[in-house]
């Protein structure tokens, strides 16, 4: 197939950026989005041309390092999926795909499609962890957890932080991510013990990053490639009226 | 915000109610000391402060918010929302304008004439009253009156059905257990009121 890619290039974090065209011929359907980045990065190579730099890691949809909004949408047109494991058979021939990083005050961009993230690993720092000295691994059956918050927490753990949910928001929030951090965590006995002060940390730091407020708009939940659903922030909200009543 | 608004939507029920008096009952007085009380009641008087106070809060804060959500995103997408979400609560800000451009009319119509008389007088046993009945029904034989009271119940329809259960979501009562409840109770809600209001000048028009 053929394509029109309109890509967005940037030098760094402080100089403009524009869009470029380019033109692929003969992709494959079955390869990769990544893969087609690929084959257009070695043509620029070879006509000594930079290459358009983005995230990538794993390649398996288990990692959330990579991140582009294509076509209006982050991770592009595929339900519960991450741009790696996006393919081209999504697309049609003589298609022209917009491609853009994610944008967001608290997402600045580095170069070309590739964001810097790290206020998500500022946001983990503040709390989204549990500091119980574990000891020894006790029995099994030692603490019981009911199913269903079980399986509430094990849903919102499945977040791989890849930022979709901001990158989706229309206020750039960053509610989704913390809220299934909180919710994973809250329903949890292990997590209860520092539910109090990991919520409002957390919540104090989202505002401080810059994030934008939810409005209950629901494309976070929609885009998210694991899944992630709102009633995440729906806990976390409700924690977070909780530790502060 | 949550609050504010789960106040202002309890207020339009009884604002309804009280509306509905004009074409429930043929007598237009029924409607003339109703809106007589609720002008001269003391409880009122402290409920109107409070519920400006509602509005403005809910329209300050609105602003605020608004205000830090664009800051979020200095710059924007080049090609954005195609993620498939509920329609209208892209819009909340736009059909917000809406409304308060009307209320604003509103306000210049019938509460600061009744505050400040001009309004016409009737006397039933001895009281005067002011005769927002046959007011209201004067401005209803009009069709631009009609549209425009159409159209701004339609946008707050828009404001409500996204607003309704996203007050709810904030407030972190909506649960897996109760989200269906909350869904429909929103849709219900909303149809109600916009249905309500909108049947007085349609009933008054066409009578
Ligand atoms: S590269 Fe790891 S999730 Fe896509």
Known sequence: ?????????????????????????????????????????????????????????????????????????????????????????????????????????????????????????????????????????????????????????????????????????????????????????????????????????????????????????????????????????????REYLKSTL | MSLAGIFLILFLLVHLTINLLVILFDDPMVYNRAAHFMGNNIVIKIFEIVLIGGLLLHVIYALILQVQNWIARPRRYSKANFSSTSFFSKFMIHTAGVILAFLVIHFSDFYFRAKFGHAAEIVSDGVVYHDFATEVIDKFKMLPFVIIYIAAFLFLGFHLIHGFQSAFKTLGIENNRYAPVIQTLSVIYTVVVVAGFTAIPLVIYFM
């Open chain 1, 1 to 237: 197939m053929d394509l029109k890619l309109k890509i967005w290039r940037q030098k760094d974090s402080r100089s403009r950026g524009r869009f470029v065209n380019y033109f692929l011929r003969e992709i494959d359907p079955d390869c990769s989005f990544l893969e087609m980045l690929d084959i257009l990065n070695e043509q620029l190579i070879s006509r000594n041309e930079e290459p358009v730099v983005f995230d990538h890691e794993c390649r398996e949809g288990i990692c959330g390092s990579c991140s582009i909004y294509i076509n209006g949408r982050p991770h592009g047109p595929d339900e519960l999926t991450t741009v790696c494991q996006l393919h081209m058979r999504k697309f049609n021939h003589g298609d022209t795909i917009v491609i853009e990083p994610w944008r967001a005050r608290s997402f600045p961009v580095i170069r070309d499609l590739m964001v810097d993230r790290s206020s998500f690993d500022t946001l983990i720092r503040e709390g989204g962890y549990i500091s119980v000295n574990t000891g020894t691994a006790p029995d099994a059956n030692t603490i019981p957890v009911n199913r269903d918050d079980a399986v509430f927490a094990m849903d919102a753990a499945a977040c791989i932080g890849c930022g979709a949910c901001v990158a989706a928001c229309k206020n750039a929030s960053a509610m989704l991510f913390v809220g299934a951090k909180i919710s994973h965590l809250a329903s949890l006995p292990q997590g209860r013990v520092e539910a109090r002060k990991r919520v409002q940390d957390m919540v104090a730091m989202m505002d401080a990053l810059g994030f934008g407020n939810c409005t209950n708009t629901g494309a976070c939940e929609v885009e998210c490639p694991k899944g992630i659903k709102m009633a995440n922030i729906v806990r976390l909200n």
